[in-house]
């Protein structure tokens, strides 16, 4: 994916957005940063004692916060 970026274009993501980073991820911040400051309504979990798949590490905990997300008003 060499020189692909989504720099300049996330902001053009219109609707609410959920982005689930593991604390202990490799690439966690930074790899981040740009969704969380470029996307108008973002929200950013970081989930504890994860790393890059959060979604297998602590999948209760990551389908309830995906789940509470789908169904706020």
Do not use: C, Q
């Not at 790899?31 to 890059?52: C, N, Q, S, W, Y």
């Not at 979604?55 to 789908?70: D, R, S, T």
């Amino acid at each position: 994916m060499g020189n692909w970026t989504m720099e300049g274009k996330a902001n053009m993501i219109e609707v609410p957005t959920l982005v689930i980073n593991g604390i202990n991820e490799f690439a966690s911040g930074d790899a981040v940063k740009l969704f969380v400051d470029e996307i108008p309504d973002v929200r950013l979990i970081t989930m504890e004692g994860t790393t890059h798949s959060p979604n297998l590490e602590k999948k209760e905990e990551y389908m309830k916060i995906v789940g509470e997300f789908l169904t706020e008003p």
